[in-house]
């Protein structure tokens, strides 16, 4: 994706700009979870779950792990921390939407990277699932000094696990504060402004 | 929050359980795969031909330079006309046959009684299991030298699978309509011409194109076991060895395949998607009218009469044959070797089907359009690797296993080989096409988080594409069974070339003795393929 205008600059460094073994690294630290998820149904558990690892394997480890998993304690903690461990090879296809997508958040604590995007990550799960899930994601916010940028839709959620709100409204910037300055008032503002 | 409780959990994994089914299917694939480049010789002995490189630099030097004198462009023109001409009427014949057999074969015929319908389906896998040389062979010994040959020897097993087809066709069209009708009192035949027939017809007409597409390919093989047209001349050229008039032949063949295949694509893509106005589409229309003229030229070119069927001379010699090859052959020598053939029949095409799947896979990636944008370069080499796939699967497998003949030694090899890549267009297009409609963003989704190109692929094409492939490879493998005895009777060994010698000396006995093995055989191996298939749903 290029910017119609103006450069980006990922974790310190314009993505375009870089090739080869430093943009892998840089691609490496940033982890999203898309609203679809694109988890490979096919796939047992366990592999979905080892793709977020697959830019610091070998072609040929990532080969063979499709024949013995490899890493199976980080993927079983990962699972586990999501409430899954106990379906990791289980086929993907098999499991709920909401399990689904908290295969998707393992595949992102297995990445640990620095910077994780989220959209709509709470979409199909129940709020003690959501709030969990928020919070898992946040981790490398909180521990490495990373950040978790978020799409949601929850002003509850957006209080309970974020810092600073950006509102946007027809593709614009409508309103940037941090979580604690938010008023109601402002809320009903940014969802007047959307609609 | 339970999140620091769960950090202390460390649950062991449960047991890892693998599909016993699929392993034990994918050990056995293994086991006979090397059994069978055993048998090759692959292992053991010479397989290279040395003293045939020097010969083969000449031929490759041929083609070059091939025949383009008035007079072989002439001969080669007229044998292009008999071979269409034959491909026309074959497909007429199979239509009216397959058409007339549909009814006899249909679910809808039968309704509950399935004893009948099996028996029905039953009937037609014998036409249905020799390849569409063996019935020439088999026809020109009691027809004679008879245009009538060809157009049966393609008329017969092409209007058996057509029947299977168009039932099937008609079988799976949606009822509704049908059910409707007969509940009014309409009759089975005309609840079916108005119920069943106008919801199956696009299928039925696409069928008929692209039987006709196979018969051009089947025309040029019956040519080359004698029929006459290109694949005769293509025969003669080759054993006076003059490699100039072999590259002239191969390349009218080869630009008649294309064409047929392009052409019938094209009218079965207009087929699959009809235009929304909802008017009468004039390609396809000019195309239908194109086909019946072309039909009844074919009749006329070749001067099919049918008092030749039921000439005196037909009916005695029908009834010698018939009366010499009952009971079978069944002497301990005979048998020996029609069991030894087997075994090398189904080698060749074990091996044919390995290397055709191992290029489809190996070539899926770069055959297939790239999803979103991409440099002329490798826009370029998909177009020049489907262009090659196109001329892979349009060319008949005896014309590469003719060429590979120079450089291997004759026995299970070069036919294998010569079966693996013509069957490897057919595959390749397929993987590719698998590729292509697959959902992009998963493997986007791995890309953008660092993975290798390879590890993508792995990870997000590999998992979603291998059912349909290795299914449709398995469905190939009955086709490269019948296919190996055709290349069997060119001489390259197995089933065939037993076939061969057997009608050569006119042991009529033995002739059935080896026809039931080559029915069996093909039965058997459509049964274990569909048992597999089953095994990866």
Redesign the interface.
């Known amino acids: 994706m290029s910017p119609t205008a103006g450069t980006v600059r990922v974790l310190g460094a314009d993505p375009a700009a870089l090739s080869g073994r430093d943009?892998?690294?840089?691609?490496?630290r940033?982890?999203?979870v898309?609203q679809?998820l694109?988890?490979?149904?096919?796939?047992r558990v366990v592999?979905d779950v080892n793709?977020?690892r697959?830019?610091s394997?070998s072609?040929a480890r990532?080969?063979w792990s499709?024949v013995r998993?490899q890493g199976?304690?980080e993927v079983?903690?990962a699972l586990?921390?999501v409430?899954l461990?106990?379906r990791?090879?289980e086929r993907t296809e098999r499991l709920s939407g909401g399990q689904r997508q908290r295969v998707a958040i393992a595949r992102l604590l297995v990445?640990q990277?620095d910077l994780v995007l989220a959209d709509e990550p709470a979409s199909a799960l129940d709020p003690v699932l959501a709030?969990?899930a928020l919070?898992?994601l946040g981790e490398p916010a909180r521990t490495r000094g990373g950040a978790l940028v978020a799409a949601l839709h929850d002003a509850g959620l957006v209080r309970r696990h974020c810092d600073r709100v950006v509102g946007l409204a027809g593709g614009r910037v409508v309103l940037d504060a941090p979580v604690t300055a938010l008023s109601a008032a402002d809320l009903a503002e940014l969802y007047g402004a959307a609609t | 929050m339970t999140l620091e409780l769960d950090r202390q959990v460390r649950p062991a994994a449960p047991p890892l359980r693998r599909d016993r089914r699929r392993w034990a299917w994918g050990l056995g694939a293994a086991g006979v795969l090397a059994w069978s480049l055993a048998g090759a010789g692959l292992f053991s002995g010479d397989v290279f031909n040395p003293g045939g490189t020097a010969q083969f630099g000449r031929f490759a030097a041929a083609a070059l330079d091939p025949a383009v004198d008035a007079a072989f462009l002439g001969v080669l023109a007229r044998s292009a006309l008999v071979t269409v001409a034959h491909a026309a009427a074959g497909t007429a014949l199979a239509l009216a046959l397959g058409a007339a057999g549909a009814v006899l074969v249909s679910r809808t015929t039968w309704g509950r009684r399935r004893a009948g319908w099996l028996a029905a389906r039953g009937v037609l896998a014998v036409p249905r299991g020799l390849h569409e040389a063996v019935w020439g062979l088999l026809l020109v010994n009691v027809l004679g030298l008879d245009p009538w040959v060809a157009v049966l020897a393609i008329g017969l097993p092409y209007g058996a699978v057509t029947a299977k087809v168009f039932a099937d066709l008609v079988d799976e069209a949606p009822r509704g309509a049908y059910r409707a009708l007969r509940a009014a009192g309409a009759g089975r035949t005309s609840a079916a011409l108005y119920g069943l027939l106008p919801p199956a017809a696009g299928g039925l007409l696409s069928y008929a194109f692209y039987r006709l597409e196979c018969a051009v390919r089947s025309a040029v093989v019956l040519g080359m076991v004698g029929a006459g047209g290109l694949g005769y001349e293509l025969a003669l050229s080759f054993a006076s060895l003059r490699w100039e008039q072999v590259w002239s032949a191969v390349y009218a063949l080869s630009l008649l395949c294309l064409a047929a295949e392009v052409a019938g694509r094209g009218v079965r893509r207009r087929l699959a998607a009809p235009p929304s106005s909802g008017r009468r589409d004039r390609v396809l229309a000019a195309a239908v009218a194109g086909t019946v003229v072309l039909l009844a030229w074919a009749c006329w070119y070749l001067a099919l009469s049918p008092a030749s069927l039921v000439s005196d001379r037909t009916v005695t010699q029908l009834a010698h044959v018939l009366r010499a090859a009952w009971p079978p052959a069944t002497d301990g020598g005979l048998l020996r070797a029609v069991a030894a053939s087997a075994v090398d029949t189904v080698q060749v095409s074990v091996i044919a089907i390995a290397v055709a799947l191992l290029g489809a896979v190996l070539l899926a990636g770069p055959a297939a359009r790239p999803a979103g944008r991409s440099s002329p370069g490798r826009r370029g080499a998909g177009a020049l690797l489907r262009g090659g796939l196109l001329l892979l699967r349009a060319v008949p497998a005896p014309v590469w296993a003719l060429v590979l003949l120079f450089l291997l030694l004759p026995g299970v090899l070069p036919g294998a080989l010569a079966l693996g890549v013509h069957t490897l267009g057919v595959l390749g297009r397929l993987a590719a096409e698998t590729t292509e409609e697959l959902d992009s963003r998963p493997r986007a989704a791995l890309a953008a988080l660092g993975a290798r190109p390879a590890a993508a692929w792995l990870y997000a094409v590999l998992p979603r594409a291998a059912g349909p492939v290795l299914a449709h490879a398995l469905y190939r493998w009955e086709v490269a069974v019948r296919d190996t005895v055709l290349i069997g009777l060119l001489g390259a060994g197995g089933l065939g070339a037993l076939l061969a010698s057997e009608l050569a000396t006119f042991d009529w006995a033995a002739v059935t003795t080896v026809l039931v093995a080559v029915v069996v055989l093909t039965w058997a191996v459509d049964v274990v393929s569909d048992r597999a298939r089953a095994a990866l749903r």
């Open positions: 943009r892998h690294r840089l691609l490496a940033v982890g999203t898309h679809s694109e988890l490979v149904g096919r796939l592999h793709a977020g697959l830019a394997w072609a990532a080969a499709l998993p199976l304690p079983l903690a586990a921390r409430g461990a106990d990791v090879f990445q990277p709030d969990r919070a898992l």
